[in-house]
């Protein structure tokens, strides 16, 4: 494979919580600036509307990531759909968060929910977004295959859909790094709920800034891009479960990042590939 699992920081056992909340807040907003929000909220509704399904299980969720506003978006299209937020790690001031918002049908399951079980998973279209690339290539296998063996829906995206030649992402560092911190010190402001750690640690003692350009950085070549996906899903695909992996378009065909989707299909002999 192409990518590179370097080590992401809030991966570590030891990544305090508050920190590593602190990073997934900034992703929120670079999510929404990006427009990674619009072109998730799109391809989620096509995949609700193939599978039939309307609960969304997030996993991987950080501080609540992109999925609220999406939900938020499918209610404001009158499309019905419930969610519920996981994370390994999950921070119990985000638990608390959600559940103060009392916003039906939308909840921050308190438990650690690992992404590598999702057979045990709650049923309903799983997402994974922004997350995947945190899955070692074994780990990243066993789920895609165990959402085939248990015939579960499952939404995966990534924020990027250019793969980088390995040599240049290295060279290009000492410029991406600053450059990534630098956005850090944008974004910020734009945070909610606003935290003094996430003041203090960003403006005064940039350890915020610092995570999130290293972070930031290695997702970008861990990320399995269309080649690294196919090779991952090599056999999977089956008379009774399609995938489909390509460009995320939002509805006015701009792509923003990429997406994988697979889901269980009748098995009454159509084509198992669709067409995105
Ligand atoms: C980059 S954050 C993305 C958060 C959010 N989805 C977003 O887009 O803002 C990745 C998240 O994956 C979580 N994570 C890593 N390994 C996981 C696993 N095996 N199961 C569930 N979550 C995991 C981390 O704790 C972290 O919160």
Known sequence: ???????????????????????????????????????VAHRVKQALAETGETHIVDMGSGSGGSMPAVLDSLRAEGIAADLTLSDLYP??????????????????????????????????????????????????????ASAVATRQPLFIYEASKTRIPRLLWWLTLPISLPLTALSCLLFTPLVRPMTWQQLVFTYLIPIIPLLYAWDGQVSGIRIYHEPDMRALLAGLETDDYAWEVGPAEGADGRAVGMYVFGRPTAPTGESATHPR
């Open 1 to 39: 494979m192409h990518r590179l699992h370097l080590i992401e920081i809030e991966d570590q056992p030891w990544c305090p919580r508050w920190l590593r909340t602190a990073g997934t807040n900034v992703i929120v907003v670079f999510m929404r600036a990006i427009g990674g929000e619009r072109v």
């Open 91 to 144: 921070n119990p001031a985000m638990v608390q968060h959600f559940a103060d918002r009392q916003v039906a049908g939308l909840r921050y399951h308190p438990e650690p929910v690992d992404a590598t079980d999702i057979g045990d998973a709650p049923p309903g279209l799983k997402t994974m977004i922004n997350c995947f690339h945190h899955m070692p290539e074994d780990v990243a296998r066993r789920i895609v």
